[in-house]
């Protein structure tokens, strides 16, 4: 049964940092893995997706990388802003029907 | 840029009454997924929907729990008869036909159970 991970829970930089989250899982037999953006009482926007054959997938400022073997993948977030402030998950796929999502890490940002 | 569009935004509904959660998935899409959030908790895969079937549904999909797409556009979520533990929020997503495809989700209905 797929467990996903999420370290840290919470995390508070000062603006400009680059910063790492980690998402872990436990069956590397995945189809693809998203990451999204959630903002307080919202819904969940797609950030990016990264396909099982890939390594990385880059959006503007941010960067994720998929290592299968390992179980894990990272969402890089640079130079970091007071808007990046929001929940950050991560799903992995199980085949094409079926999202498992991780606990979150809640990012903010200061000024 | 097409949405994924829900309403209501928030449902307030007795236990016991049935209630129904309405989605309009992006127009070209083919998958349709139901999944839900209890505050404060993971988001659940709840069920997931294509050619007008149950693809695949979770443990928590139990006899209470309906899905339809009753015309081109709309995909509902039917709660026959509510417990207090089904207060949540319910977000509908779709997605293209192709494999490499992302999830796109709505704003999500919030429901409270009184």
């Known amino acids: 049964k797929q467990e996903v991970t999420q370290i840290p829970a919470a995390l508070s930089v000062p603006e400009g940092e680059n910063l790492v989250l980690n998402c872990s899982f436990t069956?590397?037999?995945?189809?693809?893995l998203q990451w999204f953006r959630q903002d307080p009482g919202k819904g969940l926007t797609s950030l990016l997706l990264i396909q099982s054959s890939q390594r990385e997938q880059t959006s503007g400022r941010l960067n994720a990388s998929l290592d299968k073997s390992s179980g894990r993948s990272t969402l890089y977030i640079a130079a970091s802003q007071p808007g990046d402030s929001a929940t950050y998950l991560c799903a992995a796929s199980e085949g094409t029907y079926k999202y498992i999502f991780g606990t979150g890490t809640r990012l903010k940002v200061l000024a | 840029e097409p949405e994924v569009t829900q309403t209501p935004s928030h449902q307030v509904t007795q236990m016991g009454q049935e209630v129904i959660l309405r989605c309009v998935p992006i127009?070209?899409?083919?998958?349709f997924y139901w999944y839900r959030q209890i505050l404060g908790q993971k988001v659940e895969f709840l069920v997931s929907?294509?050619?007008?079937?149950?693809?695949?549904k979770s443990e928590i999909f139990d006899d209470q729990f309906s899905v339809e797409r009753p015309d081109g556009s709309n995909f509902t979520l039917k709660i026959r008869s509510t417990k207090l533990e089904d207060s949540a929020m319910y977000f509908c997503a779709s997605r293209g036909g192709q494999g490499n495809q992302p999830q796109h989700f709505g704003d999500g209905t919030r429901l409270s159970i009184l």
């Open positions: 069956d590397s037999a995945i189809y693809n």
């Open positions: 127009s070209n899409h083919l998958y």
């Open positions: 929907f294509y050619n007008n079937e149950i693809s695949e």
